[in-house]
């Protein structure tokens, strides 16, 4: 793996480890319509907390850069909570998705690594709502790979697009 010789390094020496206090994950909330992510603000838990939607544009992978997704609030206009990467870059994994109110409804749905570029996520069938999370890591410079489980209403179908 190669780490960017401009980051800060924190560790130890130590077999066992070492502690690390008074750390805080950085939120990012309330942001419109649309967000494009930072290099910099890999680590971030981003929150779709907008009923009408929100597309957050994922940065140029570098290996290693992790971005989780967190519903606070379910989605209920026409827009979709997307999550979309840079282009260039693909997605690759999988995650699940279901109806709480039907026992057998879940499902889960895959990303090729190669022509998934998009994850667009509504109220229904796809999963946009409260409670999903999505996970995403740069596993190389082309690729993110995204884990997560999502609530939705009804049969789910995947959410993975080519655009």
Same mark, same amino acid.
């Given at each position: ?5 401009? *980051?800060? #390094?924190?560790?130890? /020496?130590?077999?066992? +480890? ?12 309330? =942001?419109? !319509?649309? #967000?494009?992510?930072?290099? !910099? ?19 140029? !992978? @570098? ?9 606070? @609030? ?9 999550? *979309?990467?840079? /282009? ?9 998705? &279901?109806?709480? $109110?039907?026992?057998?409804? +879940? %499902?889960?749905?895959?990303? %090729?690594?190669?022509?998934? @570029? $998009?994850?667009?996520?509504?109220? %229904?069938?796809? &999963?946009? =709502?409260?409670?999903?999370?999505? #996970?995403?890591?740069?596993?190389? !410079? /082309? ?10 209403? &009804? ?9």
């Amino acid at each position: 793996m190669a780490i960017s010789s401009s *980051l800060e #390094r924190v560790n130890t /020496t130590r077999a066992s +480890g070492s502690i690390l206090t008074g750390a805080h994950r950085q939120v990012i909330q309330s =942001v419109g !319509a649309s #967000r494009t992510l930072l290099p !910099a603000e890999s680590g971030s838990l981003c929150m779709f907390d907008v009923a009408t939607g929100i597309v957050y544009t994922l940065p140029s !992978a @570098v290996e290693g850069m992790e971005f989780e997704f967190g519903y606070s @609030v379910s989605r209920t206009s026409t827009n979709a909570y997307k999550i *979309l990467t840079a /282009t260039g870059d693909f997605l690759l994994g999988a995650y699940m998705a &279901g109806d709480p $109110a039907i026992a057998t409804s +879940g %499902d889960v749905f895959t990303a %090729d690594g190669s022509t998934h @570029v $998009a994850l667009t996520l509504d109220a %229904d069938t796809e &999963g946009g =709502v409260i409670g999903g999370l999505i #996970r995403v890591v740069a596993i190389n !410079a /082309t690729q993110w790979y995204i884990t997560g489980m999502v609530v939705g209403t &009804g049969t789910m179908t995947t959410g993975f697009a080519t655009s």
